[in-house]
């Protein structure tokens, strides 16, 4: 792992060195879930389900060729838990299998995310968890893997902390280089759903779109509550499908 990322790794380590610790503790102390306020998972799973259940995904299903999922910044694997559970109980379509990949830049956070597994789902083989660098120039592990549905729910938001250039990619910060390498992971009519809690509707799309030259477009969004301030309306928390075209 390097610090190209351009995020203190060591904090993240230390953060998911706190709750596998606790988890060791208490198997039912299964870590945080970000935007768990809003909603935001929960919405994201239930947005997913529906377009399953109602044929409106855009690429092909098949009994013999699983949907691949994958959470970028898995942290602690909660969304791909959460999911595959709501899946079982709320499906519709029960000849559709599912593969769950969560990948993450901090190997503490793979650690607790297995360790999860391995308690909770141990004779579940869906999931597989990595450590991957998203903003590693060239990765591997972008150049051979593709997936029919991709996962963010904050990840782009924590890579936006950090505005400093990164010499690999000509001097680009790195929320820049996200959007063009996720798009590297998506095949011809693959989503991509982010949620953020930083970025507006408008700044998302411009930074998704704007950065993948329209290669990837606006296919679907979540609504939210919405709040009106100085005559202006708008939300505490987007989510928008991209798909690649």
């Not at 610790?21 to 102390?29: G, L, R, V």
């Not at 579940?124 to 120039?137: A, G, I, R, T």
């Amino acid at each position: 792992m390097t610090e190209d990322i351009r995020l203190n790794s060591s904090n993240w380590d230390n953060f998911y060195k706190v709750e596998i610790t606790n988890f060791k503790a208490n198997p039912e102390d299964t870590g945080e879930c970000w935007f768990d306020d809003s909603d935001a998972e929960l919405k994201m799973i239930e947005f997913l389900i529906a377009k399953i259940n109602n044929y409106e995904l855009p690429f092909t299903t098949t009994a013999e060729k699983p949907i691949t999922i994958v959470d970028l910044g898995t942290g602690n694997g909660h969304l791909l838990f959460q999911l595959r559970e709501d899946i079982e109980e709320e499906i519709e379509v029960p000849e559709i299998q599912f593969n769950f990949h969560g990948i993450d830049y901090s190997e503490d956070s793979v650690a607790f995310a297995q360790s999860i597994k391995d308690n909770k789902y141990e004779d579940n083989n869906q999931f597989q968890f990595d450590q991957v660098n998203l903003l590693e120039k060239d990765s591997k592990f972008i150049l051979e893997h593709e997936y029919d549905v991709l996962l963010d729910k904050g990840t782009l938001d924590a890579i936006a902390l950090n505005q400093e250039g990164m010499a690999e990619f000509d001097n680009e910060i790195g929320m820049n280089v996200y959007a063009k390498q996720v798009e590297q992971m998506m095949h011809t009519n693959s989503i991509f759903l982010i949620t953020s809690c930083n970025f507006t509707e408008e700044e998302l799309i411009k930074i998704v779109v704007g950065n993948t030259k329209g290669s990837l477009e606006v296919w679907d969004k979540i609504n939210y509550p919405s709040f009106r301030f100085g005559g202006v309306q708008g939300s505490t928390i987007c989510s928008i499908a991209f798909i690649k075209k």
